[in-house]
């Protein structure tokens, strides 16, 4: 199996900061893409920033300019830089990642379990 873990949620007060961390483990043998998603109360999830092979990005238009994803694939980890947040911010983020487990076989989702970020106006 495949496991994801998050760290680094929390309340802050708009226009703080904060770093969410996601590392993942289990059986694998290649990540091809590692990202973040959130979702807020009664909205669908959405794709927050995506870091893929060749640290290609891709940002939510609401967050360029303030967040930045970064990737360190020796440790199958992703980072998410959150500045000048605003409430509009507040989710649930979760971490995504596309995974090879062995040679050969199709790439799969994975998801961790979510961490809670709020802003506070």
């Known amino acids: 199996q495949v496991q994801l873990v998050e760290s680094g949620g929390g309340s802050v007060q708009a226009g703080g900061s904060l770093r969410l961390s996601c590392g993942a483990s289990?059986?694998?043998?290649?990540?091809?893409?590692m990202g973040w998603y959130r979702q807020a109360p009664g909205k669908q999830r959405e794709l927050v920033a995506t870091?893929?092979?060749?640290?290609?990005?891709n940002y939510a238009d609401s967050v360029k300019g303030r967040f930045t994803i970064s990737r360190d694939s020796a440790k199958s980890t992703v980072y998410l830089q959150m500045n000048s947040l605003r409430p509009e911010d507040t989710a649930v983020y979760y971490c995504?990642?596309?995974?090879?487990?062995?040679?050969?076989?199709?790439?799969?989702?994975?998801w961790g379990q979510g961490t809670q970020v709020t802003v506070s106006s």
């Open positions: 289990g059986s694998i043998f290649r990540i091809n893409a």
């Open positions: 870091s893929t092979t060749g640290d290609r990005t």
């Open positions: 995504n990642a596309l995974v090879q487990r062995i040679v050969g076989a199709r790439f799969t989702d994975y």
